[in-house]
Every structure is written in structure tokens, then in C-alpha cells.
């Protein structure tokens, strides 16, 4: 069984803080990615990974930052939270091989308030 | 450029009785096709998907889409309600440039009348 986990399910944090949330896999998938969910927008994604020290931005990454050291643990920054980063965030993984398509399987959100 | 449009943001329906959640996808090129389910304060979990073989896709608990092309919908459908399929339903496109960038639709919030 695929798993996915996230270091925190809820977070609370002040303007300005730096802000880290982890995310690690444990089925050796090349690809892994946070979204940020919010109500009647759906799920929006801010970066992806497809290899080891590899980034790419999605559609809302300013704000955001990431790295990945290790293929299991992909981890979202945010340099100085503002209170408009509030949200829920879901980390998701996935295999990669060439044009097949594999779907992502996805870890149980944080919900991050900042205040 | 690829987009989805899921047509309702809530639907109810009474324990029993049939689901059917709409979804409209745009995409250039041939698409993948999703739903996703999201129960309160969960992940979301993969229900079914199309990637070009079979039209009629099945999922798990009992639900199905049809993949229509000629009317780019992908609706879900499950013939009989139950209780535990109360959830926020997302429909996802996708297509096969070899990398997996999801575009999400904006939800549907399924409630069950007892």
C-alpha cells in the first residue's frame, strides 16, 4: 500500500515565520507534489519534483519555495508566512516512466492557519 | 491548454437512490481522465480512471464514468447512494506529454438524505 505522510495535520504559525512542511513517500516514486486546497477553487498546484534536487513551478508558486535532498522527502517552504498562505496543503506522489501515465497518491493534508 | 468543469458545486441526494455528478474537460491532445474523492479531513483517494481504453470506466464502491468525446464529459454515476459516499468529489484531466500535470475541477460536495 502506497503511503504518503505529512509532518503536521495542523499548524498555526505567526506573519512573517518561516514556515516548513514535510512531506516523505515510501514507495519510491520519481515524482512528487504540493497543492494547496481552498474552498471553490479546488486544488491548485504550487511545485513539483520529478528527481532528486529537481524543481519545477506550477500554477501559484510565488510565495513558496521547496526542496528535495532525498527521493522520499519533498518539503514546502514558505520564507514569511502571510495570512493569505492560510490554508489546507496536500503533498502527492507518483511513478514516472516515460509517457505512461501513473496516478498520484496523496498524504492526509496540513492545515496550516496563519495569523 | 487543458481545463475541467465540474457543473455542480453541491449535490443531495436521497440514500438509495441514483448519483450523478457532471464534468465537462477541455484538452488539446488525447486526455486523462479522474475522479477523486475526498471524505472530511482526509487525503483524497483515486476512484476511477480513463486513459484511453475502455469508454466505461469502474471504480471502486460501486461508481462509474463514461468517457464521451463527442460531448467531452466525463460524468460519474453510481446506481444506488449510500450513507458513506457523503464527500467532496473532484474531477481531474491530465494530458500525456509524459509528465503528470493534474488540472483539478473546483469540487462537488455530495450529501446523502438519510
Known sequence: DVK??????YLVKRTGEKVFLECVQDMDHENMFWYRQDPGLGLRLIYFSYDVKMKEKGDIPEGYSVSREKKERF??????????QTSMYLCASSFF???????????????LTVT | ??????????????????????????????PSLFWY????NKGLQ???KYTSAATLVKGINGFEAEFKKSET?????????????AAEYFC???????????????????TIIP
Open chain 1, 4 to 9: 504518503v505522510t505529512q509532518s503536521s495535520r
Open chain 1, 75 to 84: 518539503s514546502l517552504i514558505l520564507e514569511s508566512a502571510s495570512t493569505n
Open chain 1, 97 to 111: 516512466r516515460g509517457r505512461l501515465f501513473y496516478e498520484q497518491y496523496f498524504g492526509p493534508g496540513t492545515r
Open chain 2, 1 to 30: 491548454a487543458q481545463s475541467v468543469t465540474q457543473l455542480d458545486s453541491h449535490v443531495s441526494v436521497s440514500e438509495g437512490t441514483p448519483v450523478l455528478l457532471r464534468c465537462n474537460y477541455s484538452s488539446s491532445y488525447s
Open chain 2, 37 to 40: 474523492v475526498q471524505h472530511p
Open chain 2, 46 to 48: 483515486l476512484l476511477l
Open chain 2, 73 to 85: 464529459s466525463f460524468h460519474l454515476t453510481k446506481p444506488s447512494a449510500h450513507m458513506s459516499d
Open chain 2, 92 to 110: 481531474v484531466v491530465s494530458v500525456n506529454f509524459g509528465n503528470e500535470k493534474l488540472t483539478f475541477g473546483t469540487g462537488t460536495r455530495l
